[in-house]
């Protein structure tokens, strides 16, 4: 009888604990991994906006989200360390080490996607044979001959030059791959910018932000942009992230993929100027300030970034629509998300920025946020740009690299499975496409930005 009465009561207390913990969350086998990409977002900014509830899906994101300040390294190069985001290995490893390099010729060339000695992960994929969909990645022209759809860094700039300069179209289809793919998205965005006459103003009406050029002239009483270099191109980057947009939705609704990546450089290029949209005596405070050349206090900066979190709001809070409908599709599929930077921004004695820091200044924080079954809710875990790979890999059920410099990120997950190892190696090498257009407008774009 005490027997069958403690049996009883051991079910009846398995069946409490069963129902008060809910559902139990299925850790798939071999999921779907997405790997959202935001330059320059940092959460020094976004915290502030999230607290005033104007980023109310970056909140929710967070709460169900292992997370955390993403260290990066020093130089604090997109080119350089997005590639080590989509390699797990550093720059040495890698071979990209800086925006440019001098040729056999003597001539300043950007590095291309030929340089890379490692492969990244999409090429990881594709060893298994499982389709990739990678779109505007940083040093991704020319496009790996992957299974699946590369969309290189170089396919937006192509567009501007044909769309504002009536450039040839043949001249850039080596931009996409598969090719066929080119001509399928140029025939998309030409029915809307040409067939539909969508100009600037159109384009931001869709990307919900102000009109800045009107801002600047209207704030400081111009009659051109020229002061600020990034403003008298802005038409183009608006275009470009628009185009960035259309091929994000074009692709999430389109054909099979078990890895999807995309990038967005908005955030970074518009806080490289977000600043002349202060107070204009705050601003020139903080700019007699960094003329002295002393080091920026915590508290200056912190003040400084919660003035200047309004004005880069609109910028993020449309991205919250690219971030949901990922969210969507990867909660049906049980699916894991990554959401990313490659780095922050800080205020110091040289401005605020991310490269050409004083040397006692350590590189700014990127965000991570890592969603999906079995992720630890709300917790901050530790972690650096080398981490994500391998952190994919290993949820996607693949072996790291043995040689990878980052680590898979345990402390994220409430489950946990052995690590495998293998060792990859590139297995087709792509041969550098000699464009001089593009070359000329990746170069004209560093230069506008202040890179070079």
């Not at 067939?195 to 384009?203: F, N, R, S, V």
């Not at 919660?306 to 990867?330: D, G, M, Q, R, T």
């Not at 630890?376 to 875990?381: D, L, T, V």
Request: proline share 5%.
């Amino acid at each position: 009888m005490k027997k069958r009465y403690f049996l009883i009561l051991s079910l009846v207390i398995l069946l409490f604990f069963e129902l008060s913990c809910g559902k139990r969350e299925r850790i798939p086998k071999n999921p779907k991994i997405y790997i959202i990409g935001l330059d320059g977002a940092d959460w020094d900014i976004i915290n502030p906006l999230i607290e005033s509830g104007k980023l109310k899906f970056f909140k929710k994101l967070k709460e169900e989200a292992a997370w955390a300040r993403l260290k990066t390294f020093k130089p604090t190069l997109s080119a350089v360390v997005w590639t080590s985001i989509a390699t797990g290995d550093r720059m040495i490893k890698h071979g990209i080490v800086d925006w440019l390099y001098v040729s056999k010729n003597n001539i300043k060339v950007p590095y291309t996607n030929a340089e890379k000695r490692v492969p990244s992960i999409w090429e990881i994929f594709d060893y298994y044979n499982q389709p990739s969909v990678v779109l505007h990645w940083y040093v991704t022209y020319p496009p790996d001959h992957i299974k699946g759809v590369m969309v290189s860094d170089a396919f937006a700039d192509a567009m501007s030059g044909i769309f504002f300069r009536n450039e040839k179209i043949e001249e850039y289809r080596d931009t996409v791959f598969p090719e066929f793919y080119y001509r399928k998205l140029y025939n998309l965005l030409s029915k809307e910018l040409k067939e539909k006459g969508l100009g600037y103003k159109g384009m931001i009406k869709y990307l919900e932000i102000p009109d800045y050029i009107n801002m600047y002239l209207n704030k400081y009483h111009e009659t051109n942009v020229k002061k600020v270099p990034i403003l008298s191109s802005w038409r183009r980057y608006i275009l470009k992230d628009y185009i960035g947009e259309k091929t994000f939705y074009y692709f999430m609704k389109r054909g099979k993929y078990n890895l999807f990546m995309w990038y967005s450089r908005m955030p970074d290029v518009f806080k490289h100027f977000a600043s002349v949209f202060l107070d204009k005596n705050y601003l020139d405070k903080i700019n007699e300030l960094i003329k002295e050349g002393k080091p920026i206090s915590k508290t200056v900066e912190k003040e400084f970034e919660k003035k200047l979190a309004p004005i880069v709001a609109p910028i993020l809070k449309h991205k919250e629509k690219i971030l949901k409908a990922v969210y969507n599709k990867a909660k049906e599929e049980g699916a894991y998300v990554f959401i990313l930077s490659d780095h922050g921004f800080t205020l110091s004695s040289k401005g605020y920025d991310h490269h050409a820091l004083p040397k006692s200044v350590p590189p700014p924080d990127g965000i991570l946020m890592i969603l999906g079954p079995g992720v630890k809710k709300g917790h901050e875990i530790k972690a650096t740009v080398l981490d994500i790979t391998p952190t994919a890999l290993y949820l996607s059920g693949k072996p790291v690299g043995k040689d990878m410099d980052g680590k898979v990120l345990l402390n994220a997950f409430i489950f946990r499975r052995k690590v495998r190892y293998t060792i990859y190696k590139k297995k087709k090498k792509i041969r550098r496409k000699k464009n001089k257009e593009i070359n000329k407008k990746i170069i004209k774009d560093l230069k506008t930005i202040g890179y070079i």
